[in-house]
């Protein structure tokens, strides 16, 4: 039988050597493990000790039984990094070299916070360029589609696109009436008490026609459906990532724009318009229902003086703003849906980022048209 097997619960012990140069060597013996140095507490705090003072060296060599949990104490007495003067057991070389790959490296030295904060803008700036760039791509590359398709009706995907306003627009009927009811009721009972402070209850046609038409019909819509469509475009186009369909699509030759992005993009471009005109009916109505409760307003009356107090111009500028709103929603979809990896967390982040996207690009879009538009259709 070994020393070992003989002697299992053999204590460790640490000595303080002098060698023939004069340097101090500290020298560990014995069986260090868990159970031993829990019986001996003080050798926990000489290690401390001796481990602080970087000019000894150390000899290990005699050490019979070294564990895991043992050399992590050792490592940690160390400093972290092998003593310059260390004699071990080869068997013993490789639980030090676990903890020292593990050691994470060093943070860079006169790392300025003003410098991180530059790092992070910078950052910012060209995700948000490279963000651009691709949608900019992603649009060229759809006039082409449509260059070619002109040149070759035959290819058209008429299927595809009926079924993208289908989805978009018949099925976002619903809850696009009801929301524009709503906000028209409380946009109208609003209005109402502050004209009625000033006899000017007539005014409340003017308010309605001019704030739902021009601006809150075509921008509920818009958000509404970023939120309902797109969300779900990229979310479809996600799934066919998971799932390889796009894959298989190239395999076999089959276009990604024409047959996914063009259909999109052209059937929210055809029904957002058509949305917002269903949108401002809907406000307009609840306007009518809360002007005649709070105001005594007849619908009769309503309904003849608003195209008199509302020029037709504005009526063709929420046209105009909501094809373009459908435009950049759907390529914004489409963006985000094919920057989604094979997994579900990516599908979670792609999504909530399209919408988010799409709705502050709606929003920059709606101010834009505010401030080109200033001095047009106003009575």
């Known amino acids: 039988m070994t020393d070992i097997e003989s002697n299992p619960d053999l204590l460790p012990a640490l000595d303080v050597i002098k060698q023939d140069d004069g340097r101090s060597c500290v020298k560990l013996s014995g069986n260090w493990n868990l159970r031993n140095l829990s019986l001996a507490p003080y050798l926990q705090k000489l290690l401390r000790l001796h481990g602080a003072n970087k000019a000894l060296c150390w000899d290990i060599r005699a050490i019979d039984m ?3 949990g043992t050399a992590l104490m050792l490592w940690q007495a160390w400093g972290e990094q092998q003593p310059g003067d260390l004699q071990l057991k080869p068997e013993h070389q490789h639980l030090f070299e676990r903890w020292q790959a593990q050691q994470l490296p060093d943070e860079e030295p006169g790392q300025s916070r ?3 904060i530059a790092n992070t803008l910078y950052q910012l700036i060209f995700g948000f360029w490279i963000q651009l760039l691709s949608i900019v791509t992603l649009l060229g590359q759809l006039i082409l589609d449509v260059v070619y398709l002109l040149r ?3 290819e058209i995907p008429w299927s595809e696109i009926s079924i993208s ?3 978009a627009g018949v099925r976002a009927l ?8 709503l906000i028209g009721v409380v946009l109208s009972y609003l209005s109402a008490l502050q004209l009625k402070m000033f006899g000017a209850e007539i005014y409340i046609i003017d308010i309605l026609g001019l704030s739902i038409i021009r601006e809150l019909g075509p921008l509920l819509a818009a958000i509404l459906v970023a939120g309902r469509s797109g969300s779900a475009m990229t979310a479809q186009i996600g799934i066919m990532r998971v799932t390889e369909e796009l894959d298989a699509l190239s395999a076999m030759g089959i276009s990604h724009s024409v047959r996914l992005i063009l259909p999109r993009v052209a059937g929210l471009t055809i029904v ?4 917002s005109l269903w949108t401002n009916a809907a406000a ?5 229902y809360s002007a005649q409760n709070t105001l005594d307003i007849g619908y009769r009356q309503f309904f003849f003086k608003l195209p008199d107090v509302v020029p037709l111009a504005n009526v063709f500028i929420g046209l105009g703003k909501s094809a373009v709103f459908g435009l950049m929603i759907a390529l914004i979809a489409c963006h985000f849906g094919f920057r989604i990896l094979p997994n579900t967390e990516s599908l979670g982040n792609e999504t909530t980022n399209s919408v988010v ?3 502050t690009v709606v929003i920059m879009i709606d101010a834009a048209f505010a401030i080109l538009f200033m001095g047009v259709g106003m009575p």
């Open 66 to 68: 070294l564990d895991n």
């Open 357 to 359: 996207t799409a709705i």
């Open 272 to 275: 957002m318009p058509l949305l």
């Open 165 to 167: 306003i289908y989805d």
């Open 174 to 181: 619903g809850i696009t009436a009801l929301v524009g009811f």
């Open 284 to 288: 307009l109505l609840g306007g009518m």
């Open 152 to 154: 070759s009706p035959g």
């Open 114 to 116: 003003s410098s991180l």
